[in-house]
C-alpha cells in the first residue's frame, strides 16, 4: 500500500552536474540484506522513475545511492551552466522506494528544489529589488521635494529643490549575484538634467538623460546587463552630472527605481 509523506529536496551544482538530496521525514528501507558487512544498500527505485526539471528542461538522473537511512543522493546527467529553478518530481510508486516499514513511497508532485554550496545551505537573496526615490538619502545638495502628483503612478514624485549639478543621493538593498535589468521611473521636461548611476562604487549607468521639450509623465528608462557581483547587502548611489544642452536645469524627479534578473521569468 503507498504511503504519503514529505521530503525535502536540495541539491549543489559540482562542475557539469548536480547532485541532489532527496530527504524523507520518515526512515527508509535500504537493504535487502540489512545484516551484510558492510550494508548492501541495493532498494532504491529506477531511475526513469526521477523527473527532473531545470530551467523548464527535462534532464536525466543517472545514477542513486542512499547516504544514510533518511537521504537519497541522485545524480544529474551533464549540464554546461548553473541552473536558475530546479524542481524534482517523484513518478511512483514503486516497491523500491518504501519506508522501513515496507509502506512503498507514494507519488508526489514537483518539490523545488533549496541550492547548497559545499553541502552548506544557501542564503537565499533575492533576485528583485524596488527601491522608492522618497527613502534614498541625500548625499549632496538640497533635501529633497515630495510632491502628490495624481498624473505619476503611484501618485508621488521626489527631486531635490532647487537642484545643482553634481547632486547626490544613496539608497541600499539586498540582492544575489547575477545579471539585471535596471529601471527608473519619473518625469521628463525641459529643466530636467542626466544622472549617473554607481552600484558599490562602479559606474553602471553613465549620462541617463531626463530631458524632453514637453512634460511627460511615467518615463521608464531601462538599462540591460548590469552586473551584481556577489550575494549580500549593496549601495546604489546617483549622481546628477551635466544636462542635454537644451535642458535649462538639473532636476531629477522620480517615483522609483528597481533590479529584475535577466533571467527572472524562469522563477516562481
Do not use: C
Request: hydrophobic share 40%; net charge negative.
Amino acid at each position: 500500500m503507498p504511503y504519503a509523506a514529505k521530503a525535502t529536496v536540495e541539491h549543489e551544482f559540482v562542475t557539469d552536474h548536480l547532485e541532489l538530496y532527496v530527504t524523507f521525514r520518515q526512515p527508509m528501507k535500504l537493504s535487502s540484506e540489512p545484516l551484510t558487512v558492510p550494508p548492501v544498500w541495493d532498494i532504491m527505485p529506477p531511475l526513469a522513475k526521477w523527473v527532473l526539471d531545470i530551467d523548464a528542461s527535462p534532464i536525466d538522473i543517472i545514477s542513486s545511492k542512499w547516504i544514510d537511512l533518511w537521504t537519497l543522493l541522485l545524480i544529474s546527467d551533464t549540464l554546461t551552466t548553473r541552473p536558475v529553478l530546479v524542481k524534482l518530481e517523484y513518478d511512483g510508486p514503486n516497491i523500491g522506494l518504501r519506508t522501513s516499514w515496507d509502506k512503498q513511497w507514494e507519488a508526489f508532485g514537483p518539490i523545488v528544489s533549496v541550492e547548497l554550496v559545499s553541502g552548506v545551505l544557501v542564503n537565499m537573496y533575492p533576485h528583485r529589488a524596488t527601491l522608492w526615490h522618497d527613502e534614498a538619502i541625500v548625499l549632496t545638495g538640497n533635501v529633497f521635494t515630495h510632491g502628490v502628483a495624481g498624473t505619476n503612478r503611484y501618485m508621488t514624485r521626489s527631486y531635490q529643490d532647487a537642484p545643482a549639478n553634481g547632486d547626490s543621493f544613496s539608497h541600499s538593498f539586498m540582492l544575489a549575484a547575477g545579471t539585471y535589468d535596471f529601471s527608473a521611473i519619473g518625469g521628463t521636461q525641459t529643466q530636467y538634467g542626466m544622472i549617473d548611476w554607481y552600484i558599490d562604487g562602479a559606474k553602471v549607468v553613465s549620462g541617463q538623460d531626463w530631458f524632453s521639450w514637453s512634460v511627460t509623465y511615467n518615463v521608464l528608462k531601462i538599462t540591460t546587463g548590469i552586473t551584481v557581483v556577489y550575494d549580500g547587502y549593496h549601495h546604489l548611489r546617483g549622481i546628477v552630472n551635466g544636462k542635454n544642452a537644451s535642458s535649462s536645469s538639473y532636476y531629477i524627479a522620480l517615483i522609483k527605481y528597481f533590479f529584475r534578473q535577466t533571467s527572472d521569468s524562469l522563477r516562481i
